[in-house]
Antibody, heavy 120, light 108 residues
């Protein structure tokens, strides 16, 4: 069965960076993409960006494009999301989801989420 | 900055029918926006329900249906069950993607 397993919770200081991983199984990693979504406490969902599992092409949310980098490691079927220059506004649960290989139009299976807390 | 708007909250009786909508600040929503719908319960990850306006995932109950209605994307729940009480989010594709603010559905 399709599974996306994310790395554990993180606590970071303002100005630091965080890197969240998303290891997939149950399907061929390069046949799909990964979308990243975050949710601040008590708030709605925010689309962060998309990365192709085939060729690493990316599409980032304009608001985050200066601070986010999404990468993949096809040898381990793992996607990564790195966010830099963290502030308290980045405190959120971060989710990865399997998506359409062409663009972000069909996020279907989701990871369990990773809580990132930014606090001094 | 494109804004996607949903009803903040709706209430429906068990067994009833309710329609949630999803509007874009850019104008009418069309199939080219590939509307998706997600259900989220407290403490859980979102669960995908509908993609490409009206296509159900293999796990989506038949009582959930998606459509375009009056220039908006719409999610209709027919024969609502108590377990359908949740937050519902739409997602529209604009080259990037934007989520709506969510609709809190209460079954009462």
């Amino acid at each position: 069965q399709v599974q996306l397993v994310q790395s554990g919770a993180e606590v970071k200081k303002p100005g630091a960076s965080v890197k969240v991983s998303c290891e997939v199984s149950g399907y061929t990693f390069t046949d799909y993409a990964i979308t990243w979504v975050r949710q601040a406490p008590g708030q709605g969902l925010e689309w962060m960006g998309w990365i192709s599992g085939y060729n690493g092409n990316t599409n980032y949310a304009q608001k985050l494009q200066d601070r986010v980098t999404m990468t993949t490691d096809t040898s381990t079927s793992t996607a990564y999301m790195e966010l830099r220059s963290l502030t308290s506004d980045d405190t959120a649960v971060y989710y990865c989801a399997r998506d359409d290989p062409v663009t972000t139009i069909k996020p279907d299976y989701w990871g369990q989420g990773t809580l990132v807390t930014v606090s001094s | 900055q494109t804004v996607v708007t949903q009803e903040p909250s709706l209430t429906v009786s068990p067994g009833g029918t309710v329609t949630l909508t999803c509007a874009s600040s850019t104008g009418a929503v069309t199939s080219g926006y590939f509307p998706n719908w997600f259900q989220q319960k407290p403490g859980q990850a979102p669960r995908a329900l509908i993609y490409g306006t009206s296509n159900r995932h293999s796990w989506t109950p038949a009582r959930f249906s998606g459509s375009l209605l009056g220039g908006k994307a719409a999610l209709t729940l027919s024969g609502v069950q108590p377990e359908d009480e949740a937050e519902y989010y739409c997602l529209l594709y604009f080259g990037g993607a934007v989520f709506g603010g969510g609709t809190k559905l209460t079954v009462l």
